[in-house]
Nanobody, 125 residues
Framework: QVQLVEAGGGLVQPGGSLRLSCAAS????????MAWFRQAPGKEREFVAT????????YYADSVKGRFTISRDNAKYMVYLQMNSLKPEDTAVYYC??????????????????WGQGTQVTVSS
């Protein structure tokens, strides 16, 4: 069992930066691939970024590639999403997710075993 709690969301202007964090609890955290998803009003939950068990591999959605960076610190049971050059279309609730199978989270939300409660990110001038 893994419990996930997101934090760091808020209001930011276009072009600004924000860092989201996901605090995890569970004895086997390092065995889980982690990912960030987001969901805007009226839209389906979409993949943003994922990172492998040991942080050695990452994968990003085309829409955020070059702007967002996912990282993890297994010693602190934390996952991060650094978001730069934010755009209004990045506005969404951002969710942290975990899965035992390495790197398949990039294929969709249905592969997630555990979810956090989400944190709101609003990009607006």
């Amino acid at each position: 069992q893994v419990q996930l709690v997101e934090a760091g969301g808020g209001l930011v202007q276009p072009g600004g930066s924000l860092r989201l964090s996901c605090a995890a609890s569970g004895r086997d955290f390092s065995s889980y691939a982690m990912a960030w998803f987001r969901q805007a009003p009226g839209k389906e939950r979409e993949f943003v970024a994922t990172i492998s068990w040991n942080g050695g591999s990452t994968y990003y959605a085309d829409s955020v590639k070059g702007r967002f960076t996912i990282s993890r610190d297994n010693a602190k049971y934390m996952v991060y999403l650094q978001m730069n050059s934010l755009k209004p279309e990045d506005t969404a609730v951002y969710y942290c997710a975990a899965d035992r199978s390495n790197m398949r989270l990039r294929f969709g939300a249905s592969f997630a075993e555990f979810w956090g409660q989400g944190t709101q990110v609003t990009v607006s001038s």
